[in-house]
DNA sequence: AAACAAGTTTACGTTAACGTAAAGCTATAG
DNA sequence: CTATAGCTTTACGTTAACGTAAACTTGTTT
């Protein structure tokens, strides 16, 4: 018997609410078992779910999510039709995040050249007005939320 | 003077709606000027749009992509404050852009891995029942959507 | 003049993906 | 024993991003 999980586990791992994971189950994209009244999610479950949040992020919907579980479930027990129904289904999905690859890059570089002009019009301004009460350092590398974001990018 | 398009040339160029083009402009994502009661949209306009597209691809809110567009305005005539904020904001889309990149990239890992079982699947299928009546090329080139779709990425 | 095309505003309808109570079961701690 | 914590179902509410329909203006073609 390998690990299983609750769903309160699963919601503080991956930061959701228990109302998504059982909506989730709802769109049947977890079948968690029940022990008494109380869901049990296994390994699987856990997978499944790791996957339908990257999926989210990509901007699949949940039925297209659920489309793509469905195949792979059927892959082993399907008939010819069936099969080449997947393959150009999966053809499909390539394709398309091949095209969010493509997205992706220009607005990143979109985003950089942004990043670029607005430094540029910084320092314009700290010429001008050179005058600082604080510490010069501590602008690279401040306290909140925003900067720790944007540090990932900084270099 | 530039070029300027209409509300159904931009509709069929991008294949969009008006419905959706006037609502863009309704979120202030455009701004075309009139004549008459008509709408006129600049070539900026049409950039904006195609942005616009681009950033729902990757799953951007349109509140989303408006602000990066007035980020972007505002980049000229910002503040010290203002810039600072805007930094922060780019970094966090920049970041957010980056984790999409890697989730694509293990999603295309998986559907990858789909595909090849699929095949082995297929040629085991095959194998157990070799009389065709149609010409065999024919399965490597079909005529549908679908195929065309797939056939992006086979190689 | 009549009708047609392309544009407009106004406004109600729809779907996805949850949020948010409300009300009830069940085990364990005090 | 009760009350607290964690789980459950049921069900109505909400937001985003449009769809769809109705009723109107304006210009052009027949």
Redesign the interface.
């Known amino acids: 018997m390998s690990k299983t999980y609750s769903i309160s586990e699963l919601a503080s791992e991956f930061d959701l609410t228990t109302r998504s994971i059982r909506f989730y189950e709802d769109q049947e994209l977890l079948h968690p078992t029940r022990r008494g009244q109380t869901r049990v999610y296994s390994s699987k479950d856990r997978v499944r779910l790791k996957?339908t949040i990257?999926?989210k992020?990509?901007?699949f919907s949940l039925a297209e999510i659920r489309e793509l579980f469905e195949?792979?479930d059927e892959?082993?027990s399907?008939?010819?039709k069936q099969?080449?129904?997947?393959?150009?289904?999966?053809?499909?999905?390539?394709?398309a995040?091949?095209?969010?690859?493509k997205?992706?890059t220009?607005?990143?570089l979109?985003?950089?050249s942004?990043?670029i002009?607005?430094?540029q019009?910084?320092e314009e301004?700290?010429e001008k007005e050179p005058q600082e009460k604080q510490d010069e350092e501590e602008r690279a590398g401040s306290t909140?939320k925003?900067?720790a974001?944007?540090?990932?990018?900084?270099h």
């Open positions: 996957l990257r999926g992020r990509l901007g195949l792979w892959t082993r399907g008939s010819k099969l080449y129904l997947m393959l150009s289904k999966i053809g499909e999905r390539r394709a995040l091949d095209q969010q690859m997205d992706i220009m607005v990143q979109e985003l950089e942004a990043e002009r607005c430094r019009a910084l301004l700290l909140d925003a900067s974001a944007s540090s990932a990018t900084m």
